[in-house]
């Protein structure tokens, strides 16, 4: 029983286009995050929502918009997707920023 | 803001050595320590972390760690590394727990046979 899964886990899309990345936690997390791993491996947090709340939004385009329609589920819409947005999306969540559990990750390559 | 530097981007190891990662980061407020490790085309998988009490951490896979607060550091050890230890390895801190994890630029350990 997965304790963070996403969906998808590849992605590949031509620019311009606009895609969604899904994720569920199963954990009873009150907080969940989305963090980008860009090609030299560095992990960057993106955002962070507390019970359904944006908590932190760190320095991300506008492009960029996570939605929670409830605090087990923590969805990234990106518009007008750039060569420069390929990386690794990873789902996370935790109790009270302690332990952050994973999900495995969506490749986004945009060709 | 937080910061965590890993002092070596590789570390290239014989199997059955043992081998130290090192992770110093920057705050002088309490603070809670994390090691998680990458395997290829994986997630992250907690190793182990410190958020108070004893400054010795036991974790999975024969893991440990030190919180050496004096020094800023939270270096993760194994005493005798496997060819399936490979992965990449990342030190992450938070404020005690008052912010989202930071992550070092991580460490690849190369277990060579």
């Known amino acids: 029983d997965t304790a963070v899964s996403q969906t998808p886990k590849y992605l590949v899309t031509q620019m311009g286009n606009d895609k969604s990345i899904k994720c569920e936690q199963n954990?009873?997390?009150?907080?969940m995050y989305w963090y980008k791993q860009d090609s030299k491996k560095f992990l960057k947090i993106m955002f962070s929502?507390?019970?359904?709340?944006?908590?932190i939004n760190e320095t991300v385009p506008n492009r960029f918009s996570p939605k929670s329609p409830d605090k087990a589920h923590l969805n990234l819409h990106i518009n007008s997707l750039e060569l420069g947005d390929s990386a690794v999306y990873f789902c996370?969540?935790?109790?009270?920023?302690?332990?952050?559990?994973f999900g495995q990750g969506t490749r986004l390559t945009v060709v | 803001a937080q910061s965590v530097t890993q002092l070596d981007s590789q570390v290239p190891v014989f199997e059955e050595a043992p081998v130290e990662l090192r992770c110093n980061y920057s705050?002088?407020?309490?603070?809670?320590l994390f090691w998680y490790v990458q395997y290829p085309n994986q997630g992250l998988q907690l190793l182990l972390k410190?958020?108070?009490?004893?400054?010795l951490v036991k974790g999975i896979n024969g893991f440990e760690a030190e919180f050496n607060k004096s020094q800023t550091s939270f270096h993760l050890r194994k005493p005798s590394v496997h060819i399936s230890d490979t992965a990449e390895y990342f030190c992450?801190?938070?404020?005690?727990?008052?912010?989202?994890?930071?992550f070092g630029k991580g460490t690849r350990l190369s277990v060579i046979a």
């Open positions: 996370a969540s935790s109790a009270e920023y302690t332990e952050a559990f």
């Open positions: 954990l009873g997390h009150d907080t």
């Open positions: 929502y507390n019970n359904k709340e944006l908590i």
């Open positions: 705050s002088s407020v309490s603070v809670y």
């Open positions: 410190y958020l108070s009490g004893s400054t």
């Open positions: 992450a801190v938070s404020d005690q727990g008052n912010t989202p994890l930071v």
